[in-house]
C-alpha cells in the first residue's frame, strides 16, 4: 500500500502567520522550489513578511551566500495574501505559525479544513502546546503533527517533528524527509510538554534567570560561562533576549502547570515582562539592544 503522505507529493506549501517564523518558514520553503502562499490576518501583514523575506534574501546576495537569479526566483513563488480560503486552495501541506495560543490555533485549524484539500498534511509549529488538543479541531486528527522549527529559521538547522497518538506514520515521515530536503536535521519527538527542545532550553534559561536574581553574576558573566565554558554558541539570557522575555514567561507558565515546580518562572522575569523589558524587540531585556544590535 503506498503512503499516504509523502515529502515528494509536497509541491505547493501555505504558511499561516506571516511573523518572525512564519516568515521566515515560508522563506526556507520558497527556496527549497516550492509555491508558497503567505497567509496572515490582513493583506498588509502579509506583505510585510514577504517584504522581510526580500530583505532578508537581499542581505543573502550581498555577502556573496544566494545568486541574485535564486532570490528572484524564490519571491516569484511566494504569494502573500489575506484571504483564507485562497491560501489554502491547492495546498499540499498547510504549516500554522499564529501565536502561542491553543484557541487561536484550533478555531483556524477548523476554518483551515473547510478550506484544504482533503489529502493536505497540517503541521503546527507550536513551541511546547499539546499538538494533539490542536489536531484535535480537524476532522482527520491524523493528519497534523508538530514541525517546530527554529529563529532564525533559514539559518537554524533543527526542525523537532511532534508525533502525537493519533498522528499518521506516513505523516511524521513525510514531515522528516521534507525537512531533510529543506536542509534541516530532523528529530521525532513524543507530544509532551515543551517537547525536547523547548523544555530543555528553558530549564536552562529560566535557571540563568534565578542566578541572575541572587545576585550569582552578572547576565553577560552567566553567558560567558556557558559559551567559553561549555560551547554554547549563545548564552541562555542573550538567547531569552532574542526569543522574547515575553515568549519565555509564557511557555514557563504553561510548563509550570504542566510538568511542575522546576519550571515556576522567576519573580525578575515577571517583573520585566510587566515593564515592558521584553528583549531585543522593545530594546531591552537582559541586555540593551539599539537597531537590533546589542548595545
Ligand atoms: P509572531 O508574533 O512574530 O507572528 C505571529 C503572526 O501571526 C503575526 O504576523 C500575526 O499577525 C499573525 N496572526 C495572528 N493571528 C492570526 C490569525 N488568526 N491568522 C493568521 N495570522 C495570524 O510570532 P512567532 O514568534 O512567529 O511565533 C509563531 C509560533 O511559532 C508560535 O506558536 C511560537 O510559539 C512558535 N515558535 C516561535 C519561535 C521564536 O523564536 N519566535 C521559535 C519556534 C517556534
Avoid at 528572484?72 to 495574501?81: E, V
Avoid at 517546530?148 to 511532534?162: A, G, R, T
Avoid at 522575569?269 to 515592558?276: E, I, N, W
Wanted: with cysteine; hydrophobic share 45%.
Amino acid at each position: 500500500m503506498s503512503a499516504r503522505f509523502t515529502a515528494q507529493r509536497i509541491s505547493t506549501v501555505t504558511v499561516l502567520g506571516a511573523g518572525t517564523m512564519g516568515h521566515g518558514i515560508a522563506h526556507v520553503a520558497a527556496l527549497a522550489g516550492h509555491d508558497v502562499r503567505l497567509y496572515d490576518i490582513s493583506q498588509e501583514a502579509a506583505d510585510g513578511g514577504r517584504s522581510k523575506i526580500a530583505a532578508s534574501l537581499d542581505k543573502g546576495v550581498s555577502l556573496g551566500k544566494v545568486e541574485a537569479g535564486v532570490r528572484d526566483a524564490a519571491l516569484a513563488r511566494i504569494t502573500a495574501t489575506g484571504d483564507l480560503a485562497a491560501a489554502c486552495t491547492g495546498a499540499d501541506l498547510v504549516v500554522e505559525a499564529v501565536p502561542e495560543k491553543i484557541e487561536l490555533k484550533r478555531e483556524l485549524f477548523a476554518a483551515v479544513d473547510r478550506a484544504a484539500p482533503p489529502d493536505a498534511l497540517y503541521a503546527t509549529n507550536t513551541s511546547s502546546l499539546p499538538v494533539a488538543k490542536i489536531a484535535g479541531a480537524v476532522a482527520d486528527p491524523s493528519r497534523l503533527i508538530g514541525m517546530h522549527f527554529f529563529n532564525p529559521v533559514h539559518l537554524m538547522k533543527l526542525l523537532e517533528v511532534v508525533r502525537h497518538g493519533a498522528s499518521d506514520d506516513s505523516a511524521v515521515a513525510a514531515a522528516v524527509a521534507l525537512g531533510e530536503r529543506w536542509g534541516k536535521t530532523a528529530i521525532v519527538v513524543k507530544d509532551s510538554p515543551g517537547f525536547a527542545s523547548s523544555r530543555l532550553g528553558l530549564a536552562l534559561g529560566l535557571e540563568a534567570i534565578r542566578m541572575v536574581e541572587e545576585g550569582v553574576a552578572s547576565a553577560a558573566d552567566i553567558d560567558t560561562a556557558m559559551k567559553l565554558g561549555y560551547g554554547h554558541p549563545m548564552g541562555p539570557l542573550e538567547l531569552t533576549d532574542l526569543v522574547g522575555l515575553d515568549v519565555r514567561l509564557g511557555i514557563a507558565d504553561y510548563l509550570s502547570d504542566a510538568i511542575g515546580p522546576a519550571f515556576e518562572p522567576p519573580e525578575l522575569l515577571r517583573r520585566k515582562v510587566a515593564d515592558g523589558k521584553l528583549g531585543k524587540k522593545s530594546g531591552e531585556g537582559f541586555y540593551t539592544w539599539v537597531d537590533g544590535k546589542r548595545a
